[in-house]
């Protein structure tokens, strides 16, 4: 008596359901590509480098916040030696002046919903 | 020498015991209130601080263009249910501003008096001492008793500790209730809250900093009669506008005797 098939047909099954999540998008047509983000035409790099950004932004936002608001301390000096101002409205917003197509395209892309527009107020003219 | 070695050791261990229990008593006795809990710092490097003049005041123009300026400024929304009311500036009767400074024969002239009430900045504040999550604290540079929204639960202890209802609880969302500018859009740049945290009156932290005056002074100045209406200074500077009022004015502040040392003076 061998149980073979019933093992193998099993572990198929099994397989396919473990790995739904990878080749479902992918059977369904879907877009998993990187979201495509539109940067300011007239600045070519960020405030830190993109990489860095792009890992630490929220935490960067949370410091600027925390030193603004409790310590007092307006500017931030970045890696390179440069001051800015501590502010999402002002500076960030100063050049990624399209919030859909960079924020909230990558934001949907990772899934992740800042709650920041709830009361921040985006800057006019955007 | 007839003191015996039994009773010399005796009366060591004895006053051993009564140091080992007597210094920390008259240690706690001794420490200042603000030593319990996290600290606070009883006095700041600097103090803003506002002198109202109540005689001015009582220009209902100079009160409604403060007031408004504040909403507008800062995006404070018109709730009409008073059990939801936002509310940084208000007025109250001076019976109510000052029940310690009214009795039975004090006439309804003064006790109707319209006084300007805002958060007094205290000195030693209560409801600093009362938040869970530090998300409100006395600002140790200029100290502002400042609120971080992202930080506060909506608990309202700071609203129980506070001895003059300064504190206002978002019941609800309150962006539906602020009126929009001509454009349709939301009057000022300056963040609304959202429903659950607890807002009050920042002294105008986001203006100070670009070195403004708070939008109720400005606005009270550019009424004709409301020029120096509500002043604004730094208390620890001896030479600045308020201290100069302090000086030469007869001026009260609310409810002294709790030791909260409010930064709102009045002049009456």
């Keep these: ?126 | 020498m007839d003191e015996s070695r039994r009773s010399f050791l005796e009366k060591a261990g004895k006053s051993a015991l009564g140091l080992g229990w007597g210094l920390p008593l008259l240690n706690t006795a001794c420490s200042e209130p603000g030593d319990h809990g996290h600290h606070i710092p009883l006095r700041s490097e600097n103090q803003w601080a506002m002198v109202i003049d109540v005689e001015k005041c009582k220009n209902e123009e100079v009160r409604r263009a403060c007031i408004d300026a504040c909403n507008v400024t800062h995006n404070v929304p018109n709730i009409p249910d008073p059990d939801d009311e936002i509310a940084w500036i208000w007025e109250e009767d001076y019976k109510h501003v000052f029940p310690e400074q009214v009795h039975d024969h004090t006439p309804a002239s003064v006790g109707d008096i319209p006084i300007l009430v805002l958060c007094n900045h205290c000195t030693n504040p209560p409801c600093v001492r009362v938040c869970p999550t530090q998300a409100t604290w006395k600002r140790e540079t200029d100290g502002l008793v400042m609120m971080d929204m992202h930080r506060c639960i909506g608990c309202r202890y700071c609203m129980a500790a506070c001895p003059y209802g300064s504190r206002s609880f978002n019941w609800r969302d309150p962006r539906p209730y602020i009126a929009p500018d001509s454009e349709g859009n939301l009057p000022s740049d300056y963040p609304s809250r959202t429903k659950g945290v607890v807002e009050k009156c920042n002294f105008c932290a986001e203006r100070i900093r670009e070195g403004l005056l708070p939008a109720c002074v400005e606005a009270a100045n550019s009424v004709e009669g409301g020029e120096g209406a509500l002043t604004f200074g730094d208390l620890t500077d001896p030479n600045s506008e308020v201290s100069r009022l302090l000086h030469d004015n007869h001026t009260i502040s609310r409810r002294v005797g709790l030791g909260t040392g409010p930064n709102v003076y009045y002049i009456i």
């Design chain 1, 1 to 126: 008596m061998s149980d073979k098939g019933k093992i193998i047909g099993g572990l198929v099954v099994f397989l396919v359901l473990v790995t739904f999540p990878l080749w479902h998008p992918v059977a369904a047509g879907g877009d998993s590509a990187m979201p495509e983000l539109e940067y300011p035409d007239d600045e070519t790099e960020c405030i830190e480098e993109t990489e860095f950004m792009r890992a630490n932004h929220m935490d960067m936002l949370n410091d600027w916040r925390d030193a603004l608001v409790r310590d007092g301390i307006t500017e931030y000096t970045s890696t390179s030696g440069q001051q800015y101002t501590m502010s999402l409205t002002g500076t960030c917003m100063d050049c990624h002046d399209d919030r859909d197509a960079f924020c909230t395209r990558c934001h949907d892309y990772s899934n992740v919903d800042p709650y920041c527009w709830d009361c921040h107020v985006e800057p006019r003219g955007n």
